[in-house]
């Protein structure tokens, strides 16, 4: 059962910019800390940025910070993702996840999205 559903993936060229989307499916999420994660050809999933249900605190990976921008929207249930500045490593399928706790680990979310597919050309 899908909860939430990720948009906004493509094809693009190294140092354009993406601005990804999740909305949820069904139930609301605006009471729970979001965050997005990707994972590679032939890698483990890793966190990306994350974000408080207030949207005032945002975290991001090392690799990512001063490019990446994770945002809340206005009703808080939908959570952005904009790429600027867009390397080939950063091809990948994003996705977006849920959690009532806080954390940076796969297993700290409780809810997935199926993922959208990023591919940065160099």
């Known amino acids: 059962q899908v909860q939430l559903v990720e948009s906004g993936g493509g094809l693009v060229q190294a140092g354009d910019s993406l601005r990804l989307s999740c909305a949820p499916s069904e139930r609301t999420f605006g009471d729970y800390h979001m965050a997005w994660f990707r994972q590679a050809p032939g890698k483990e999933r890793e966190f990306v940025a994350r974000i408080s249900w207030s949207g005032i605190t945002t975290y991001y990976t090392d690799s990512v910070k001063g490019r990446f921008t994770i945002s809340r929207g206005n009703a808080k249930n939908t959570v952005y993702l904009q790429m600027n500045s867009l390397k080939a490593e950063a091809t990948a399928v994003y996705y977006c996840?849920?959690?009532?706790?806080?954390?940076?680990?796969?297993?700290?979310?409780?809810?997935w999205g199926q993922g959208t597919q990023v591919t940065v050309s160099s």
């Open positions: 996840a849920a959690t009532a706790r806080v954390g940076t680990r796969i297993h700290d979310y409780d809810y």
